[in-house]
């Protein structure tokens, strides 16, 4: 399978992503993870993606197509992919048909979460991020076990830079402005599935195992 998972920030894709890649052995790409690594290794691409990824801004268009273009030359997506946070642009999505196309793939399905405003601000100023494993939780949704400390490893919780009240609010309306319309664009193509972000997770459960069910690729 290969998947898009498209939604505002805070709609839980990358939480979803973990999930549907443990039991489909799918690749997860996060552009949003491979671009906190740069900054974290202090890479070129990295100091600059800071700045825009720190304003709550899109990160220039060439910067990521290319580092998508890398990442699915790779070993691990031949089995199948799911992009989390890429395609964020029209130009993006554009880029990736022509990539697929020379690649001979074609995308599965397009999966949309959909939230309201007030619940994704919620969730996104209460996320925490592990800082060893990059296990997400939420302090009101999802708190772990013991405060600050992750379940799975022991490590410490941090805040993202960006989970910041005022850089949330950028973020969405950046979604709203350039990524929005790629709903358009992936029902146009008859590419779209809806999922709403704001219950519980079964329907994308439920969901992904009937594009399984039909995919033959
Ligand atoms: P979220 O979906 O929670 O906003 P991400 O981890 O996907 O977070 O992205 C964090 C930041 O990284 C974005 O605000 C943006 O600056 C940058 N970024 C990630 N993916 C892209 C992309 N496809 N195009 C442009 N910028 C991106
Ligand atoms: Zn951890």
Not at 73 to 85: N, P, Q, R, S
């Amino acid at each position: 399978m290969r998947l898009i998972f498209l939604g505002p920030p805070g709609a839980g894709k990358g939480t979803q992503a973990v999930f549907v890649k443990k039991t489909y052995g799918l690749a997860h790409i996060s552009t949003g993870d491979i671009l906190r690594a740069q900054v974290k290794q202090e890479t070129e691409l990295g100091k600059t993606a800071k700045g825009y990824m720190d304003a709550g801004k899109l990160v220039p268009d060439d910067v990521i197509i290319g580092m998508i273009r890398e990442r699915l030359g790779e070993e691990d997506c031949a089995k199948g992919f799911i992009l989390d946070g890429f395609p964020r642009t029209v130009p993006q999505a554009v880029a990736l048909a022509e990539l697929l196309k020379s690649m001979g793939r074609h995308l599965t399905a397009v999966i949309c979460f959909d939230a309201a405003d007030d619940l994704l601000v919620e969730r996104l100023s209460g996320r925490r991020t592990c800082r060893n494993c990059g296990a997400i939780y939420n302090v009101s949704f999802h708190p772990p076990e013991k405060e600050n400390v992750c379940d799975a490893c022991g490590g410490p919780l941090m805040q993202r830079d960006d989970d910041r009240e005022d850089v949330i609010r950028n973020r969405l309306r950046v979604y709203k402005e350039q990524t929005a319309p790629l709903i358009e664009y992936y029902e146009r193509e008859g590419l779209l599935r809806r999922f709403d972000a704001g219950g519980a997770p079964d329907s994308l459960v439920a969901l992904v195992a009937e594009l399984a069910g039909k995919d033959d690729a």
